[in-house]
């Protein structure tokens, strides 16, 4: 053949109604429209963002989020985020706290608490036909005898719904943690913590210390520094004065509620 590219039709000229100059059109404007895309400068923030190192600052809440709050007038004494409420807000309107205006204290679950007790005072709770040291939350079912979680509303785990906890006090379980034969045992005993502490011989104030970090994960502040000093110089004995200390601090509010 005199001419070789001859034989080799146009594309899509062999198409059924194909229009060359259609086609001409439609890549014209898909460069078109490239170009301009290419062309586009870039968004501001989008070339901030690039330009800044990926976890170059942390968010802050007192940097970026509370001059916000402050600017807005939320921090105001006349608005809803200030801690004393305001109008339907208040903390009289929301007993419960079910508004967030305030956190309500509340007990221990009973489980909870009785394994509380048995990690500060160093001597295990005991179940029947379970090994020593197993705690009341990994029970398998409510049908262990113990008469501290029957006290403080161990659930029977027959109703899904969360008011089967118990979480209100009351009398019984304030008599409970004051003289209950429990208590006193795993306070007295050779094997347990204040034991161990004071047969080390430490000094009172270590022991001191190591009593509050366990129950009250702090240690204690001055002004019940020198009360506890006054108190401890009328004990007959030290293991007394201090069996005293921990029964104080296991039945004191900041141990037996979340705050």
């Known amino acids: 053949m005199n001419n070789d590219h001859a034989s080799f039709p146009v594309l899509g000229s062999r198409l059924p109604g194909f229009h060359e100059s259609v086609f001409l059109n439609f890549l014209l404007m898909c460069i078109t429209a490239n170009s301009a895309i290419a062309a586009e400068p870039p968004d501001p923030i989008s070339a901030r963002l690039a330009s800044t190192p990926a976890n170059s600052r942390p968010n ?10 402050t600017k807005a007038g939320c921090n105001a004494g006349a608005c809803h985020g200030s801690f004393q409420g305001r109008g339907e807000l208040q903390p009289t309107r929301d007993p419960d706290g079910q508004l967030c205006t305030h956190r309500v204290p509340r007990r221990l679950t009973a489980e909870v608490l009785i394994d509380a007790v048995s990690q500060v005072t160093g001597v295990p709770e005991a179940f029947d036909g379970q090994p020593l040291g197993t705690r009341a ?13 029957m006290t403080f509303g161990r659930p029977l785990r027959n109703n899904a719904c ?23 045992q795993k306070v007295i005993s050779d094997s347990g913590r204040l034991a161990t502490l004071l047969k080390a011989n430490k000094p009172e104030t ?8 366990a129950t ?3 240690k204690p502040h001055a002004d019940k520094l020198t009360a506890i000093d006054e108190l401890l110089r009328e004990a007959p004995s030290r293991p007394e004065e201090l069996q005293d200390l921990l029964w104080t601090l296991l039945n004191s509010s900041e141990f037996v509620f979340n705050h």
């Open 216 to 218: 009250l994960s702090r």
């Open 60 to 69: 802050s809440f007192v940097r970026d989020v509370a001059p916000a709050l």
């Open 137 to 149: 939350i990994a029970l398998a079912d409510p049908s262990f005898p113990s008469n501290f979680l």
């Open 206 to 213: 270590e022991i001191l210390d190591e009593l509050y970090l």
């Open 162 to 184: 969360d008011c089967v906890l118990g979480g209100n006090p009351d009398l019984s379980q304030a008599l409970h943690l004051v003289n209950s034969t429990t208590l006193h």
